[in-house]
C-alpha cells in the first residue's frame, strides 16, 4: 500500500465519498418511487435513530484511532499503536452490543419519543419495527471503523476509501432491489418493505469489513502487525486514556448532532401540526429537513468529509512536531477548499430546487420550497466539520466542547421561535428550521476559529481573501443563470426534461465559476499549477497545459 500526502489523500477520499454520495443520491429516485412519500418518512426514522446510536457504540474510537496511530507513528512507538488498535476494538465490541441490547429491548419507547401522539402518519408499530431491524447494524459498523480509523492514521487513504463504496454499493442493492422484491413481488406492506431496506446498512458493513479486514492482512509488515514487537514503555492505563481523551470530544460531537437531528424532527412535526399543517405534511417536511434533502445535501458535504480524512492525521502530525508554518498551510488550504466548492455548489443547487426535486421526487412544489433552504446549511456544516475537527486535532477540547454545546443549544432554542416567526410575517414556517440550522452552526464555526487563531502563525487572512473573490464570482454566476432563467425557464413536465434544465444550467454556470475564479487566480493558488497541468491533461487529452513552472507549493 502506499501512503499519501495532505492534498493526494484529500482528494483520493473526496473523489471516493462523492462516487458514494452521488450513488446515495441516485438510488432515492428509485427507492423513493417503490415505498412513497410515507414509506420514507419511515426510513427516516429509522436511519436517523442508527446514526445516534451508532455514535455510542463508535464511541468517537474511529477517528481517535487515527490521531493515535499517527502521533505514536511519528514517535516511533509501533507497538503501542498495535496495542491501542486492538484495545479499541475491544471498547467498540462492549459498546457495540449494549447499544443493540438496548434498541431490541426499547424500540418501542424510542419510537413514542419520536412521534408522541400524532395521528394521520405511521403508526408506532411500524416505527418500532424498523428502529428494531436497524438495530442489527450496530453490531457491525463501529468495528469497520475502528480498521478505517487504523489505516488512516497511517495514512493510508485509498483502502479505507474502497471500502466505502463497497459498503455503499452493497447497501443500496439491498435497499433497492429488497425493498422491491417485497413489495411489488411478495405484494407486502410498505411497512416491511422499509425494514428489508434498513437491513442494508448491516449487510453493506459486513462486506465492506471482510475487505478491510483483507488488506490489513496482506499488509501486516507496513501496519506492524507481521510479528510481535518490543514492548514500548506504554501501560495499557496510558492508552485507555488517550483512546477516552481523543473520543469523547467525538461521542459528544456526532452524539449532540445527530440527537438534535432526531429532536428537531420532533419539534418540526409538533410545530406544524400545531399551526394547521396535516400529519402527513409536518412529516413530509420533516423527513426533508433530516433525511431526503440532506442525501441531496451530500455532494456538497463529501468534501469536507473527504478533508477531515486526510486532515486529521496530517495536524496531529505537525502540531507534534510543532510545525506550525506547515500546519498553518494545511488549516488554511482546508478552509480554502471547502469555500470554493461547497459555496458554488450549494448556491447552485438552490437555483435549481425545483428541477433537481422532480428529478430524485417528482414534482413537489413543497419539497422542493424546504430544498431551497436547507441546501445552504451544507456550506455551514462543511465549515463547521473542518473548524471542529482541527480544533480536536489541536487538542482544543475544551473549545470543541463549548463550540458544539453553544452552537447546538442556539439551534435548538431558535428552532420553534423561528418557525413560528415564519408563519407570523407570511415566510413558510419550516424556513425556520434551517435557519436556525444556520446560525447555531455559525457560532460553532466562530468559537473553534477564533481560538485555533491563538495558535502561533496561524492566520486566516488568505482565507478571508479568497473568500471575497469567491462570493464575486458566485453572484456573477447567478447572475447570468437568473438572465438566462427568463430566456429559457425551467421545463417541469418531465424528469427527462429536468435533467436537460440541470446539465444545461450546471454547465453554463459551472463553466463561468471556473473561468472566473482562474482569472482571478484562485485555482492556481489553491491547487498549485502542478495539479491543475495534470486535471487539465486527462480531460483535454494533453492538448491543453498552463505555461511557467510548477508550483508544487500546494501539493504536500
Same mark, same amino acid.
Given at each position: ?34 415505498? *412513497? &412519500? ?44 498495535? !496495542? ?86 452493497? #447497501? ?58 518490543? #514492548? ?37 412535526? !409538533? ?10 405534511? &409536518? ?15 451530500? @455532494? ?61 421526487? *417528482? ?10 433552504? &436547507? ?56 424556513? *425556520? ?38 462570493? @464575486? ?36 454556470? *459551472? ?22 497541468? #495534470? ?22
Amino acid at each position: 500500500m502506499k501512503k499519501n500526502s495532505f492534498l493526494e489523500g484529500t482528494i483520493i477520499a473526496t473523489l471516493a465519498l462523492v462516487f458514494t454520495k452521488i450513488l446515495g443520491m441516485l438510488y432515492v429516485i428509485p427507492f423513493y418511487a417503490i415505498i *412513497g &412519500s410515507q414509506g420514507s418518512s419511515l426510513y427516516s426514522y429509522a436511519y436517523n435513530i442508527y446514526l445516534i446510536f451508532l455514535s455510542i457504540s463508535s464511541a468517537g474510537i474511529p477517528v481517535a484511532m487515527s490521531k493515535i496511530v499517527s502521533e505514536y507513528e511519528s514517535l516511533g512507538l509501533k507497538e503501542a499503536k498495535v !496495542r491501542s488498535f486492538k484495545l479499541g476494538i475491544f471498547i467498540v465490541s462492549i459498546l457495540s452490543a449494549v447499544c443493540f441490547i438496548f434498541l431490541m429491548f426499547f424500540s418501542e419507547n424510542v419510537a413514542r419519543l419520536i412521534v408522541g401522539d400524532m395521528t394521520g402518519g405511521n403508526t408506532l408499530e411500524d416505527i418500532t419495527m424498523v428502529i428494531f431491524v436497524v438495530s442489527f447494524a450496530v453490531l457491525i459498523i463501529p468495528f469497520l471503523s475502528v480498521a478505517k480509523g487504523y489505516l488512516q492514521g497511517h495514512k493510508y487513504i485509498k483502502p479505507s476509501s474502497v471500502s466505502q463504496m463497497i459498503e455503499q454499493i452493497v #447497501r443500496i442493492l439491498v435497499i433497492v432491489c429488497g425493498s422491491f422484491f417485497v413489495i411489488h413481488i411478495l405484494h407486502k406492506s410498505v411497512s416491511i418493505g422499509v425494514a428489508v431496506a434498513v437491513s442494508g446498512a448491516f449487510v453493506g458493513g459486513l462486506v465492506a469489513i471482510i475487505y478491510i479486514a483483507k488488506k490489513i492482512i496482506s499488509n501486516k509488515k507496513e501496519l506492524s502487525l507481521d510479528k510481535k514487537l518490543e #514492548r514500548d514503555n506504554v501501560s495499557n492505563k496510558e492508552i485507555l486514556k488517550k483512546i477516552c481523551y481523543y473520543a469523547i470530544p467525538f461521542v459528544i460531537i456526532n452524539l449532540t448532532v445527530n440527537i438534535y437531528n432526531t429532536v428537531d424532527m420532533s419539534l418540526i412535526i !409538533r410545530t406544524l401540526s400545531n399551526i394547521g399543517f396535516s400529519g402527513a405534511d &409536518s412529516e413530509f417536511v420533516a423527513g426533508v429537513v433530516t433525511t431526503w434533502g440532506y442525501k441531496l445535501n451530500m @455532494i456538497v458535504t463529501a468534501v469536507a468529509t473527504g478533508l477531515t480524512v486526510s486532515l486529521i492525521p496530517n495536524i496531529v502530525s505537525e502540531h507534534t512536531k510543532k510545525n506550525y508554518k506547515e500546519l498553518n498551510k494545511i488549516l488554511n488550504q482546508a478552509l480554502q477548499i471547502i469555500l470554493f466548492i461547497s459555496i458554488p455548489a450549494a448556491i447552485g443547487l438552490s437555483f435549481l430546487a425545483e428541477p433537481v426535486w422532480n428529478v430524485f421526487y *417528482g414534482v413537489n412544489e413543497l419539497g422542493s420550497s424546504v430544498f431551497k433552504l &436547507s441546501i445552504i446549511t451544507a456550506i455551514f456544516s462543511n465549515l463547521y466539520l473542518i473548524a471542529i475537527q482541527a480544533a480536536q486535532g489541536l487538542n482544543e477540547y475544551k473549545t470543541v466542547y463549548l463550540a458544539v454545546i453553544i452552537g447546538t443549544v442556539i439551534n435548538a432554542l431558535l428552532d420553534v421561535p423561528l418557525m413560528l416567526l415564519c408563519n407570523k410575517i407570511g415566510i413558510p414556517a419550516y424556513y *425556520g428550521a434551517p435557519s436556525a440550522t444556520i446560525i447555531g452552526l455559525s457560532v460553532s464555526i466562530i468559537i473553534a476559529l477564533v481560538k485555533i487563531r491563538k495558535i502561533p502563525e496561524i492566520s486566516y487572512k488568505e482565507t478571508w481573501i479568497m473568500l471575497r473573490d469567491i462570493i @464575486i464570482a458566485v453572484v456573477i454566476m447567478l447572475i447570468v443563470l437568473y438572465v438566462m432563467n427568463l430566456v429559457v425557464p425551467f421545463h417541469l413536465s418531465s424528469k427527462l426534461y429536468s435533467i436537460l434544465d440541470i446539465c444545461l444550467y450546471a454547465l453554463v454556470g *459551472g463553466s463561468i465559476y471556473i473561468v472566473l475564479t482562474y482569472r482571478m487566480g484562485i485555482i492556481n493558488k489553491l491547487f498549485g499549477k502542478r495539479m491543475v497541468n #495534470r486535471v487539465l491533461k486527462v480531460i483535454t487529452f494533453g492538448k491543453v497545459q498552463i505555461k511557467g513552472d510548477a508550483d508544487d507549493s500546494k501539493e504536500n
